[in-house]
């Protein structure tokens, strides 16, 4: 075994538990039943750290860390559920909402969205921000699937499906700051693009904002679960 | 005990929490045990009541017809409930904010009009720019998100404010619901 493997031992919540060295807190947590909200991270794509849903406190450090991408070390003492988080977590969703045009009432993910679903689960009844109500374009252009980017949350899941399981790298970001927007290829028209129709974006989109057109009103359950199990095949090849 | 007196509203939506509220069928019998509904689109008092208990209110503010009507019923009342997602988010009214008011009144009045092509000025009121919650112009004491909240959150909700019960919104409803 190497020095990499050696096991720690740390303390979530006030449980004592054991993990691998080089494991992030979310994964020891996960592995413990120990609930941590997620947006931009998903099972089997490399984490980016973008939504900060994640973040947990640090014993010793009055920093917050992303769980997702922050790794466990011996000995430390680490809270995922304190009041302090609890707001921030609220605060981070009803930016989201803020931000672009999210009507659940009318969207294809009502009912299957996860933005929709950590709002109900952290307690967000209400956005206490001003709306944005910025200008944005819907691109149909696909045979198969619609960017409505009034729902987009920048998670780059889209991108990094693209990028890391497909090797498409159709999907990227452009601009900077609240005027980012995710683009096919240089900023062309998705039908017009080189995307190869797979359809692991729409599959991996945690809202509205990537959606299969055969789907009607707001049946549109997705189903990212295929993304570890694909990793896995690949791994044991 | 004397009865509390409610109120509900209807600003920029689409009636539907109105339907919501009335499919609580027969628990609506119960309820008026405890309650008295002094105002309403449903009952015939026309000018709102000098002192209610607890006003519901649907739609967004979309008119300077509904801002004037949201202050006077916060001036009035003790609880402030935002009824729906319109209410409380602004919902399907809202999505014409990118566009602004005159795109919608020529899409309406003009483009899509066959015959008087003339967009109405007088009686109907002046659209505001941005339809907004109604948070965004009175304080508000409970939301209760929903499009509509079902019959079942409305039974809940209205029995735990009127005996005083906890009260837990995110379990009973969502945006959307």
Same mark, same amino acid.
């Given at each position: 075994?190497?020095?990499?493997?050696?096991?720690?031992?740390?303390i979530?919540?006030?449980?004592?538990?054991s993990?691998?060295?080089?494991q992030?807190?979310?994964?020891?947590?996960?592995e413990?039943?120990?609930?941590?909200?997620?947006l931009?991270h998903?099972?089997?794509l490399?984490?980016?750290?973008?939504?900060?849903?994640?973040?947990?406190?640090v014993?010793?450090?009055s920093?917050?860390?992303?769980?997702? @991408?922050?790794?466990?070390?011996?000995?430390?003492?680490?809270?995922?559920?304190?009041?302090?988080?609890?707001?921030?977590r609220?605060?981070? &969703?009803?930016?989201?909402?803020?931000?672009?045009?999210?009507?659940? #009432?009318?969207?294809?993910?009502?009912?299957?969205?996860?933005?929709?679903a950590?709002?109900?689960?952290?307690?967000?009844?209400?956005?206490?921000?001003?709306?944005?109500?910025?200008?944005?374009?819907?691109d149909?252009s696909?045979?198969?699937f619609?960017?409505?980017?009034?729902?987009?949350?920048?998670c780059?899941?889209?991108v990094?499906?693209?990028?890391?399981?497909?090797?498409?790298?159709?999907?990227?970001?452009?601009?900077?700051?609240?005027?980012?927007?995710?683009?096919?290829?240089?900023?062309?028209?998705?039908?017009?693009s #080189?995307?190869?129709?797979?359809?692991?974006? @729409?599959?991996?989109?945690? !809202?509205?904002?990537?959606?299969?057109?055969?789907?009607?009103?707001?049946d549109?359950?997705?189903y990212?679960?295929?993304l570890?199990? &694909?990793?896995?095949?690949?791994?044991?090849? | 005990?004397?009865?509390?007196?409610?109120?509900t509203v209807?600003l920029?939506?689409?009636?539907?929490?109105?339907?919501?509220? &009335?499919?609580?069928?027969?628990?609506?019998?119960?309820?008026a045990?405890?309650?008295?509904?002094?105002?309403s689109?449903?009952?015939?008092?026309?000018?709102?009541?000098?002192?209610?208990?607890?006003?519901?209110v649907?739609?967004?503010?979309?008119?300077?017809?509904?801002?004037?009507?949201?202050?006077?019923?916060?001036?009035?009342?003790? &609880?402030l409930?935002?009824?729906?997602?319109?209410?409380?988010?602004?919902?399907?009214? #809202?999505?014409?904010?990118?566009?602004?008011?005159?795109?919608?009144?020529?899409?309406a009045?003009?483009?899509?009009?066959?015959?008087?092509?003339?967009?109405?000025?007088?009686?109907?009121?002046?659209?505001?720019?941005?339809?907004?919650?109604i948070?965004e112009?009175? !304080? @508000?004491?409970?939301?209760?998100?929903?499009?509509?909240?079902?019959?079942d !959150?409305?039974?809940?909700?209205?029995?735990?404010?009127?005996?005083?019960?906890?009260?837990?919104? #995110?379990?009973l409803?969502?945006?959307?619901?």
């Amino acid at each position: 075994m190497s020095e990499s493997m050696g096991v720690k031992t740390l303390i979530i919540d006030g449980q004592e538990v054991s993990a691998r060295s080089g494991q992030t807190i979310l994964e020891v947590a996960r592995e413990n039943d120990i609930k941590i909200p997620t947006l931009c991270h998903i099972e089997g794509l490399g984490a980016v750290g973008a939504c900060r849903l994640c973040l947990v406190e640090v014993k010793g450090t009055s920093k917050l860390f992303p769980s997702c @991408v922050a790794n466990i070390h011996e000995g430390m003492e680490v809270l995922t559920d304190t009041e302090r988080l609890r707001k921030h977590r609220r605060v981070i &969703l009803e930016l989201l909402f803020a931000e672009r045009n999210h009507i659940c #009432s009318v969207c294809v993910s009502n009912g299957h969205c996860e933005l929709q679903a950590l709002a109900q689960e952290q307690g967000v009844t209400h956005i206490s921000l001003p709306y944005r109500n910025p200008a944005l374009a819907v691109d149909a252009s696909h045979e198969r699937f619609t960017v409505d980017h009034n729902r987009c949350i920048l998670c780059t899941r889209c991108v990094r499906v693209c990028a890391e399981i497909e090797g498409a790298h159709v999907w990227d970001v452009m601009g900077r700051g609240i005027d980012s927007i995710v683009i096919t290829d240089l900023h062309d028209e998705w039908g017009a693009s #080189s995307c190869t129709r797979c359809g692991k974006c @729409v599959q991996v989109c945690p !809202t509205g904002a990537l959606f299969d057109k055969s789907k009607i009103g707001s049946d549109h359950p997705k189903y990212p679960d295929f993304l570890p199990y &694909l990793n896995l095949m690949r791994e044991a090849q | 005990m004397s009865k509390l007196k409610v109120a509900t509203v209807w600003l920029d939506g689409c009636s539907g929490c109105h339907m919501s509220f &009335l499919d609580m069928d027969e628990r609506i019998l119960e309820l008026a045990k405890l309650i008295d509904v002094v105002y309403s689109p449903l009952v015939d008092a026309k000018d709102f009541p000098d002192e209610v208990d607890i006003a519901l209110v649907e739609g967004a503010v979309a008119s300077e017809d509904d801002e004037k009507k949201i202050k006077k019923v916060r001036a009035h009342s003790k &609880l402030l409930i935002a009824m729906g997602d319109c209410a409380v988010a602004g919902n399907v009214p #809202s999505m014409r904010n990118p566009f602004g008011p005159e795109a919608i009144l020529e899409r309406a009045y003009i483009e899509n009009a066959s015959v008087q092509q003339q967009i109405p000025c007088v009686v109907v009121p002046k659209l505001l720019k941005i339809v907004r919650p109604i948070h965004e112009f009175v !304080t @508000v004491d409970v939301f209760l998100p929903g499009c509509p909240p079902s019959a079942d !959150t409305f039974h809940t909700a209205l029995t735990a404010l009127v005996t005083g019960a906890p009260l837990d919104i #995110s379990a009973l409803t969502r945006f959307g619901a």
